[in-house]
């Protein structure tokens, strides 16, 4: 049934103020008829929307991105919107919180300029990606390959160039984000996390934010309470 395809999923949806309202309500939209919880995070309490040539209506944000735990989430959707991603890119805090998805190996999925926030995580290295035209030159810069397509999945990565993509770019979404069931400690040390240098980023991402603790030599991941949860052998 399409309406328990996402149950029990829980969607952050990371923007500020500039972001394109389609390329925020489409999804979202999508995302709550599969039956998914979707929060939006910011570092404001409310941000405003862009319409295609002028501001829209203001949106409220249900956790501020140094409130949110990012255990809690299954998967990352990253709007457009030209002023959105570039602020995001100068946050230190935002751009963490989406290196964390990226490293651990859950479904991120950006559109129009959104992609242009994964170049400022130095993680986009040999990944295929698209984007709005003008972001090409950025992408390759950091690395990865950009083509033209409507939908481009690399690995865990879904982009889409525009909103017109948006029917196909929901559609991955829709099966990406269904798929997640490995939690973060199970997928590190299964060794999904293929490439080593996103497992070092990621691990010093955790140990920055407090989710990670040095016991014993080895690194365990905590709750915000430091409640022992998992642990996560080098």
């Known amino acids: 049934m399409e309406q328990q395809k996402l149950k029990e999923k829980k969607v952050a949806v990371l923007i500020d103020n500039g972001f394109e309202r389609v390329e925020l309500e489409s999804p979202v939209e999508k995302l709550r008829q599969a039956g998914a919880t979707v929060e939006i995070i910011s570092n404001k309490d409310?941000?405003?929307?862009?319409?295609?040539?002028?501001?829209?209506?203001?949106?409220?944000?249900?956790?501020?991105?140094?409130?949110?735990?990012?255990?809690?989430?299954?998967?990352?959707?990253l709007p457009g919107g030209v002023m959105n991603p570039d602020y995001l890119r100068i946050d230190q805090k935002a751009i963490d919180f989406v290196k964390y998805f990226i490293g651990t190996q859950k479904p991120v999925a950006a559109i129009c300029h959104g992609p242009w926030t994964l170049v400022e995580t130095g993680m986009v290295k040999g990944r295929k990606l698209t984007s709005y035209p003008s972001l090409k030159t950025d992408l390759k810069n950091a690395g990865a390959e950009w083509v033209?397509?409507?939908?481009?999945?690399?690995?865990?990565?879904?982009?889409?160039?525009?909103?017109?993509?948006?029917?196909?770019?929901?559609?991955?979404?829709?099966?990406?984000?269904?798929?997640?069931?490995?939690?973060?400690?199970?997928?590190?040390?299964?060794?999904?996390?293929?490439?080593?240098?996103?497992?070092?980023?990621?691990?010093?991402?955790?140990?920055?934010?407090?989710?990670?603790?040095?016991?014993?030599?080895n690194d365990r991941f905590m709750t915000r309470d430091d409640e022992l949860k998992h642990r996560y052998e080098k």
Do not use: C
């Not at 002028?54 to 140094?66: I, L, Q, R, T």
């Open 148 to 217: 033209d397509r409507e939908v481009v999945v690399d690995g865990n990565l879904i982009t889409s160039r525009n909103p017109d993509d948006l029917p196909a770019f929901n559609e991955k979404v829709l099966e990406m984000f269904s798929s997640v069931g490995v939690s973060v400690s199970d997928d590190l040390n299964s060794g999904s996390t293929q490439d080593s240098e996103l497992k070092r980023q990621v691990t010093d991402t955790m140990h920055k934010k407090g989710h990670i603790q040095v016991e014993d030599g």
């Open 46 to 77: 409310k941000v405003k929307a862009w319409e295609v040539d002028d501001w829209g209506k203001e949106v409220k944000v249900d956790k501020m991105v140094d409130q949110a735990d990012v255990h809690e989430y299954d998967a990352l959707l």
